[in-house]
């Protein structure tokens, strides 16, 4: 079965600073891998995906993510942290129809950035 | 111009009651997801259709039914509403069930069973 783990629950940073949240997944085949960010109250919306194009990944607000098979983590980093980073950050894992091919989500990790 | 959207966005219902969450996409995607979001905030696909075929279905209650009446349509209906229903329910699409392609979020539907 495939698992995701992001290590931290809460993740605190200055503003400006950089910011790493980490994911790591458990899967026996390549998988594909997401981030998604959920702001309060609202929907999930997509930062970046990894779909084995590129193992270095670029997503929308200047985030991006790696992906390592050796180490199988897909952590998410921004270099500089703004005020509107602050939300929470979900990874996620999908593979094939043959292994039944569901969006599976981390715990999530909440972001909080200080001024 | 909303790419998934899903009604109502806040549902407050008593114990026994029978309710429905609607959600619709105009995005032009084959395949249509129902996610629910716990207290914790884990999040749990429910149910999967593509082409308005059932695809994914997860344990879940029988109390919870899902009806596609067409590709851009998954309504959810849930009878018999117990507290622990009481969740943020999320309507998804993707434009088939290919394992690397995006799926797209509507705004949620929170739900409070009392």
């Known amino acids: 079965a495939q698992s995701v783990t992001q290590l931290g629950s809460h993740v605190s940073v200055s503003e400006g600073a950089l910011v790493l949240l980490r994911c790591n997944y458990s899967?026996?085949?390549?998988?594909?891998l997401f981030w998604y960010v959920q702001y309060p109250n609202q929907g999930l919306q997509l930062l970046l995906k990894y779909t084995s194009a590129a193992t270095l990944v670029k997503g929308i607000n200047g985030f991006e993510a790696e992906f390592k098979k050796s180490e199988t983590s897909f952590h998410l980093t921004k270099p500089s942290a703004h005020m509107s980073d602050a939300a929470e950050y979900f990874c996620a894992v999908r593979r094939g129809r043959e292994y039944g091919n569901k969006l599976v989500f981390g715990a999530g990790t909440i972001l909080r950035v200080k001024s | 111009d909303t790419a998934v959207s899903q009604t109502p966005k806040y549902l407050v219902t008593q114990m026994g009651n029978d309710k429905s969450i609607k959600c619709e996409q105009n995005?032009?995607?084959?395949?249509m997801y129902w996610y629910k979001q716990d207290s914790k905030k884990f999040l749990k696909i429910m149910f999967s259709y593509n082409n308005k075929e059932l695809i994914i279905n997860e344990t879940v209650p029988n109390r919870f039914s899902p009806k596609s009446p067409d590709k851009a349509h998954l309504n959810l209906h849930i009878n018999s509403l117990e507290l622990g229903d009481s969740a943020v329910y999320f309507c998804?699409?993707?434009?088939?069930?290919?394992?690397?392609?995006?799926?797209?979020f509507g705004e949620g539907s929170w739900l409070t069973v009392v």
């Open positions: 899967s026996s085949v390549p998988p594909y």
């Open positions: 995005l032009g995607h084959d395949t």
């Open positions: 998804a699409s993707s434009q088939d069930d290919s394992s690397g392609n995006t799926i797209y």
